[in-house]
């Protein structure tokens, strides 16, 4: 199997009406987070099960697949470099992560963050310094810094929230709703798993945290505590 071939598979499978609704949905406009950005119109369901099809493909050929211009085929390459991470080698494993670090270009939009950023970055960086999540978080690139706060997600799953809450703490004045949001939602995860460690941070912060960071962050708490954090009242 080829990627010559994936990419045929993937174009007969195409649905215009969805790739006009993906336009939209994903922000595609002049001015917009998405802008430019062009779909096929393929549902994620089918991009996975194609993805499992041809996982056998190359690196070389899934890096070339993560340069398309099309939405569906990025996801697609990063669905089989999450497969080829998973049963990777060590060796295997360190070069998937600096391609990924190295083609962040192609990686534009929340869902290719969300769906590859923990299981690559994340997983990679598991025994390691962590200070990379650190320099993503820093960039004038907005999906790198919701790379770098989507990659705890690896951590907060093992129990370990501190790259969570300082990088929350790094982008709490973020500009970006897109980052306020998967802010709001990691912190969210971490309260899931230790109610107390997100409300220290949160009665630190939340008198400046944007609003929709806040209202994610919350979502799951008993409906008179959100109540007194959305009116200042903790």
């Known amino acids: 199997m080829s990627i010559s071939q994936l990419?045929?598979?993937?174009?007969?499978?195409?649905d215009p009406a969805i790739?006009?609704?993906?336009?939209?949905?994903?922000?595609?406009?002049?001015?917009e987070y998405g802008e430019g950005d062009k779909f096929l119109g393929i549902r994620v369901p089918i991009l996975r099960e194609q993805a499992r099809k041809f996982k056998q493909i190359s690196l070389q050929e899934t890096r070339q697949l993560l340069k398309s211009t099309y939405h569906e085929e990025r996801l697609c390459a990063l669905f089989l470099l999450?497969?080829?991470?998973?049963?990777?080698?060590?060796?295997e494993r360190e070069d998937i992560y600096r391609l990924y670090l190295a083609h962040t270009r192609y990686i534009n939009n929340w869902d290719l963050v969300d769906?590859?950023?923990?299981?690559i970055v994340?997983?990679?960086?598991?025994?390691?310094?962590?200070?990379?999540?650190?320099?993503?978080?820093?960039?004038?690139?907005?999906w790198e810094r919701r790379i770098a706060i989507m990659s705890t997600?690896?951590?907060?799953?093992?129990?370990?929230?501190?790259?969570?809450?300082?990088?929350?703490?790094?982008?709490?004045?973020?500009?970006?709703?897109?980052?306020?949001?998967?802010?709001?939602?990691?912190?969210?995860?971490?309260?899931?798993?230790?109610?107390?460690?997100?409300?220290?941070f949160l009665k630190a912060h939340y008198l400046t945290m944007p609003r929709t960071m806040l209202r994610y962050a919350i979502e799951k708490f008993p409906q008179v505590e959100r109540k007194k954090y959305l009116k200042s009242e903790i």
């Open 7 to 14: 990419s045929k598979n993937l174009r007969e499978l195409a």
């Open 19 to 31: 790739a006009h609704h993906s336009q939209r949905f994903f922000k595609t406009g002049p001015g």
């Open 82 to 91: 999450v497969e080829k991470y998973s049963r990777g080698s060590t060796i």
């Open 115 to 119: 769906s590859s950023a923990p299981k």
């Open 122 to 142: 994340g997983a990679y960086l598991e025994d390691k310094n962590r200070q990379p999540l650190y320099q993503l978080a820093a960039s004038l690139n907005l």
């Open 153 to 200: 997600l690896h951590f907060i799953r093992q129990r370990q929230f501190d790259e969570t809450l300082a990088l929350s703490a790094l982008l709490i004045n973020d500009e970006e709703d897109l980052i306020h949001k998967a802010v709001g939602w990691m912190l969210r995860e971490v309260g899931n798993r230790d109610g107390k460690v997100e409300r220290v």
